[in-house]
């Protein structure tokens, strides 16, 4: 059963009753409809992104790979592909939809992550939100959630029914880290006016 979770909740990922061979992390989103003709309109200038920061022991990033950071410990748009091959992203949505189905996902193989990996933070960024004057009070509805390998939800965090992101471009919506042997997920919900997340990551290099 699923745990919709509060800022700074805590819940263990247990091996008894999920199974933790992956961990999705699944973004979905839909923008809010303004106006007389609110019925035809578009969100396809609203995009946001999933992206997940690999954290050494020292609660820093370890490798920033090239100038594009293509290489590194940061899985986003232009790296959906961590260099171990055991956290990826399934691409990227560039207008959301707010079905059923999430819009962005990264997985995460646990069971096959190595050490020196000692926590995951995953954040949601707006795309030039900046420039396209946009926030997450524009947001109708968001969330990211936690399913197991089989498919089962673990939980949910709801970023739109948070009233406290209203001003803000990118929120770090929560990490997952080892804690006696095994793993446990918490929702962070720290948010922030910029729409890139480098200026996010300088706060996480040595």
Known sequence: ?????????????????NDLTSLTIGLGWKTKKKGFFASLASNTDFDLDAIA???DKNGKVANTGDDRLNGSDI????????????????????????????????????DSLGAQYDKILFMVCIY???????????IEKA????VDNKGNEIARYDL??????????SVVFGEVYRHGGGWK???LGDGDPTDSFVEILRRYLY
Do not use: C, P, W
Not at 1 to 17: H, N, R, W, Y
Not at 128 to 138: P, V
Not at 160 to 169: E, H, I, L, P, V
């Open 1 to 17: 059963m699923a745990i919709s979770l509060v800022k700074g909740q805590t819940i263990d990922l247990s091996k008894k009753e």
């Open 53 to 55: 920061f690999l954290l």
């Open 75 to 110: 899985v986003f748009y232009n790296n959906q592909r961590h260099h171990t091959g055991h956290v990826y992203s399934t691409g990227d949505n560039l207008v959301g939809g707010g079905g059923v189905q999430d819009d962005e996902q990264i997985i995460v193989k646990l």
């Open 128 to 138: 030039q939100g900046k420039q396209k004057g946009q926030t997450f009070g524009d």
């Open 143 to 146: 969330y990211m959630r936690a």
């Open 160 to 169: 739109a029914d948070d009233a406290s992101f209203q001003k803000f471009r």
């Open 185 to 187: 997920f918490r929702a």
